[in-house]
Structure formats: structure tokens, C-alpha cells
């Protein structure tokens, strides 16, 4: 075992453990999905309508530089994903809910590459 992949591994358990911690405090993840909300929302009505997240990725694609933006129909099933209970809106407690699986997803699949 060299040196470099101790450091690799040390670098995934730092991951993790932020990962861990994060998942832990539910009123930072609660403050993410909040700043998530403002962030997209762009009539100011505290929930996510499908054309508000297009503007948004749309931006932040152009922002960013990314050449190759998810068409309408990826955006739409992230949608969908993310509003659990079919209201053709996104509220703030879905947002939660939907960072904190992929943040579990992240934690899993880093502790899968630990072992």
C-alpha cells in the first residue's frame, strides 16, 4: 500500500464523515433546502413550479459554462422525482427530502469505494 493510496482513502473518510455529519444535522439540511428555494424561486411564492427550475438550470448552465444542458425532458423528471406528492409543485419540505436522499446516496457510494 503506497502512500498515495493512503491519502485516497483518507481523503474518502474525510468525505464520508462530512457526509455523516451533514446528514446528522437536519436544521443545516433544512437551511440548504431554504437557500435552495430562494435560489429558483422566482415569483417569490415559496414553492417550485417545473418552469422555474427550467429558468434556473438554464441560468446556472450559461453561468457556468456548461455546454451540455439537460434537455426539458431531464428537467422534468428531476421534477417529478422531487415533487413526492404530484402537485405539479415543489415545496420546501420535498426539497428537504430530496437533498438529504442524494446527500445519503453520496454517503453510500463513497462507503462503498472504502471498502
Do not use: R
Amino acid at each position: 500500500i503506497n502512500a498515495e493510496y493512503m491519502g485516497y482513502m483518507g481523503d474518502l473518510k474525510e468525505t464520508y464523515d462530512a457526509l455523516d455529519k451533514l446528514l446528522k444535522d437536519d436544521a443545516q439540511l433544512k437551511a440548504i433546502a431554504k437557500d435552495a428555494m430562494a435560489a429558483i424561486d422566482a415569483n417569490g411564492d415559496k414553492q417550485l413550479e417545473l418552469h422555474e427550475m427550467e429558468q434556473f438550470i438554464e441560468k446556472a448552465c450559461g453561468k457556468f459554462g456548461v455546454k451540455e444542458k439537460p434537455d426539458k425532458d431531464m428537467i422534468k423528471k428531476i421534477f417529478e422525482e422531487i415533487d413526492t406528492d404530484k402537485s405539479k409543485t415543489i415545496t420546501e419540505e420535498e426539497m428537504h427530502k430530496f437533498i438529504k436522499k442524494i446527500l445519503e446516496e453520496m454517503k453510500a457510494a463513497v462507503a462503498a469505494h472504502m471498502k
